[in-house]
Each structure stands twice: as structure tokens, then as C-alpha cells.
């Protein structure tokens, strides 16, 4: 059993920051890469971010220079800080993780979603 946790959505002003969180647990043997999609309302499920097992991230072009990635290893937990936040950031963000369970199977786990609303 394997789940993922997500938090730190909301409504803020265009300019402003939020900072999500994504917690993993369950019979973890190890986290693999971590992410963070978004889906706006009318278009696709896009990456917005990804970040390997030993911390090297990567972004989408259109959220390069003002969000990043990390994660804490101890806590099997990723954050995506998002910072000048536009109207067009608007979405819910889900967090992914390809894990490998105690049982040494491997598969990718998704979040449960969590709004994030920006105005202008």
C-alpha cells in the first residue's frame, strides 16, 4: 500500500507564491524520480516539473525561473515552490512518484490533486 498526499493549494494574487507539498508512505523500498503536472480546465494534463532521486531537476518552459523543485529523501516528500504566480498557472497540480515498493515492485503513483487559483 502506496499513497501520495498532496497540500498547499489555494487562492492567491497574481505576483504572489505558493508552495506545494506531496508526502509519500506506505512499504516504500525506495523513490525513484518525482513530479508535478498540472491540468488547466479545457486543455491537456502538462509536466510541470520533475526532479530525479539525486536532486536534479527539470522544468517546463513556461514555469523556468520562477518555480522549483526539491524533495526531502527522509521524509519521501517533494516540493514545488511556485513564485510570481500568473493567471495562466492556474490548474490542479498533481504530484507523481515512481516507486519501488518493499516487494520490489515498481510503478508510478499519483496524488489526489490540489487546486491552485491564481487572479489577476
Known amino acids: 500500500q502506496v499513497q501520495l498526499v498532496e497540500s498547499g493549494g489555494g487562492l492567491v494574487q497574481a505576483g504572489e507564491s505558493l508552495r506545494l507539498s506531496c508526502a509519500a508512505s506506505g512499504w516504500i523500498y525506495r523513490i525513484n524520480a518525482m513530479g508535478w503536472y498540472r491540468q488547466a480546465p479545457g486543455k491537456q494534463r502538462e509536466l510541470v516539473a520533475a526532479i530525479t532521486s539525486g536532486g536534479s531537476p527539470n522544468y517546463a518552459d513556461s514555469v523556468k525561473g520562477r518555480f522549483t523543485i526539491s524533495r526531502d529523501n527522509a521524509r519521501n516528500t517533494v516540493y514545488l515552490q511556485m513564485n510570481g504566480l500568473k493567471p495562466e498557472d492556474t490548474a490542479v497540480y498533481y504530484c507523481?512518484?515512481?516507486?519501488?515498493?518493499?516487494?520490489?515492485?515498481?510503478?508510478?503513483?499519483w496524488g489526489q490533486g490540489t487546486q491552485v487559483t491564481v487572479s489577476s
Open positions: 507523481n512518484a515512481d516507486i519501488t515498493r518493499r516487494g520490489y515492485l515498481r510503478d508510478d503513483y
